[in-house]
């Protein structure tokens, strides 16, 4: 092999550190693909496979797509399962030398947050397990949502239930485990697995406490939870690598308690037709699809979940039941309500979004007019009986001081991409 470029050099040294994604690699207004890479993402996305230095002992296959049409192709790959690694230029291209190149995000089937990609009303769930003396640590998380919850198990059938119920686009999991006999064939069924080595220095119980700035974890009642610690830590630094970012919209971590829900078994939910027909696979006709009424894309995700996790606590039955019916008989105050929330955008994807560092200038409107509708929806549920509504009522908080922040410095139709100028306001700022 001849002396490789520079860029080459370059390239080569980045691939060295992401073995097992497709790079896409930015050189001017395309993201290419080099030799592997390349023949696997143009049979993917069906795109010409070309060839770098042909006819020299360099020559190598190679694919591109236009950097502006990079989430249709994301869409397609993470569709057949596969990790992509974005490698943007960092440094200023007009300056002498080569120009500087990172990957900024490593996008999978469990941390995807392209709305092709991801379908309005279910959560996008990305679970990790660790196994330690026949108790395994669960942590569960939706990055697009900041679900973020933790649990210990050692049945290993409740386990299985658990896995096939929240149908995970993505599970990871500890070398061990993978190296398992006993689990082996059981972990190389779940979806998309991915094997998880956090350095030595990254501790997952310190991950979690510098994540939350907490001295402990005492506050959401993990702090004992060795095992379920450990998976939730590693699930953590998982997520803060691929998205490198501080992930600011995960907020809490929730103890998953499995008593407080009936347990519904794989053949439980397939038999009574849940979420797909048992004869056909399809949604339609199925129970969700009967019901799901919701206007929402949050209304229809926590309607999933109710479905998903059945209460079997009576004191929840009868609290959430009694803010149904006070909702129904007042025909007045449902109907305004419905048009109300039809006029919001999905705050917790927004929310996601902006944590994850993902966000254009036209999402803070979305923010600003969704947050504008809450006092809207306090004054209609304020002489409201149930104690869930009333509950509810004291959650909604007062985001006045964000609303005039946002609508002092934005234009009300600003440009969807950052660096085409056309989002702030004349004179806001020189």
């Given at each position: 092999m001849a002396e490789l470029t520079p860029m080459l050099k370059q390239y080569y040294k980045i691939k060295e550190k992401y073995p097992n994604e497709l790079l896409f690699f930015r050189l001017g207004d395309f993201y290419e693909l080099f030799g592997e890479d390349a023949k696997e993402a143009s049979s993917i996305l069906?795109?010409?496979?070309?060839?770098?230095?042909?006819?020299?002992?360099?020559?190598?296959?190679m694919c591109g797509i236009p950097h502006h049409a990079l989430n249709t192709y994301l869409h397609k790959l993470i569709k057949a399962g596969k990790r992509v690694a974005i490698c943007d230029q960092v440094s200023d291209a007009s300056l002498p030398g080569i120009v500087t190149r990172e990957v900024t995000r490593v996008i999978t089937p469990g941390t995807t947050l392209e709305d092709s990609s991801l379908e309005d009303?279910?959560?996008?769930?990305?679970?990790?397990?660790?196994?330690q003396k026949n108790v395994w640590g669960l942590a569960i998380?939706?990055?697009?949502?900041?679900?973020?919850?933790?649990?210990?198990?050692?049945?290993?059938?409740?386990?299985?239930?658990?896995?096939?119920?929240?149908?995970?686009?993505?599970?990871?999991?500890?070398?061990?485990?993978?190296?398992?006999?006993r689990y082996r064939d059981f972990v190389r069924k779940l979806n998309n697995i991915n094997v998880f080595d956090l350095p030595s220095f990254q501790e997952p119980y310190k991950v979690?406490?510098?994540?939350?700035?907490?001295?402990?974890?005492?506050?959401?009642?993990?702090?004992?939870?060795?095992?379920?610690?450990?998976?939730?830590?590693?699930?953590?630094?998982?997520?803060?690598?691929?998205?490198?970012t501080d992930l600011n919209h995960i907020l809490k971590i929730k103890r998953y308690i499995f008593n407080d829900f009936m347990a519904l078994d794989e053949a439980t939910i397939r038999n009574l037709e849940l979420f797909q027909t048992s004869f056909t696979g399809e949604y339609n006709g199925s129970l969700l699809s009967v019901i799901d009424k919701t206007v929402t894309n949050l209304g229809g995700r926590m309607l999933r979940r109710w479905l998903l996790l059945p209460l079997i606590r009576e004191d929840l039955i009868k609290s959430r039941l009694g803010a149904v019916a006070e909702l129904k008989e007042d025909h007045t105050l449902i109907r305004d309500l419905i048009e109300k929330l039809k006029q919001f955008?999905?705050?917790?994807?927004?929310?996601?979004?902006?944590?994850?560092?993902?966000?254009?200038?036209?999402?803070?409107?979305?923010?600003?007019?969704?947050?504008?509708?809450?006092?809207?929806?306090?004054?209609?549920?304020?002489?409201?009986?149930?104690?869930?509504?009333?509950?509810?009522?004291?959650?909604?908080?007062d985001h006045s001081e964000l609303i005039a922040y946002l609508d002092n410095v934005l234009l009300e139709e600003p440009s969807a991409l950052l660096n085409e100028g056309n989002m702030i306001k004349e004179g806001y700022n020189s």
């Open positions: 069906n795109i010409v496979l070309t060839a770098r230095g042909k006819g020299t002992p360099n020559e190598m296959p009303k279910s959560n996008n769930y990305i679970i990790s397990l660790v196994l998380a939706d990055l697009t949502t900041g679900i973020f919850n933790v649990a210990e198990i050692n049945d290993f059938e409740l386990l299985k239930n658990e896995l096939f119920r929240f149908n995970a686009s993505e599970v990871i999991v500890g070398k061990n485990l993978i190296n398992d006999e979690l406490k510098n994540h939350f700035k907490m001295k402990n974890l005492q506050s959401f009642g993990v702090e004992g939870m060795k095992i379920g610690i450990e998976a939730a830590g590693s699930l953590l630094g998982y997520l803060k690598e691929t998205q490198k955008s999905d705050l917790e994807r927004l929310l996601g979004r902006i944590g994850c560092n993902r966000t254009n200038a036209r999402d803070l409107i979305s923010l600003k007019n969704s947050l504008s509708l809450v006092p809207e929806v306090k004054n209609l549920i304020k002489e409201c009986k149930s104690p869930l509504l009333k509950e509810l009522l004291d959650d909604l908080a």
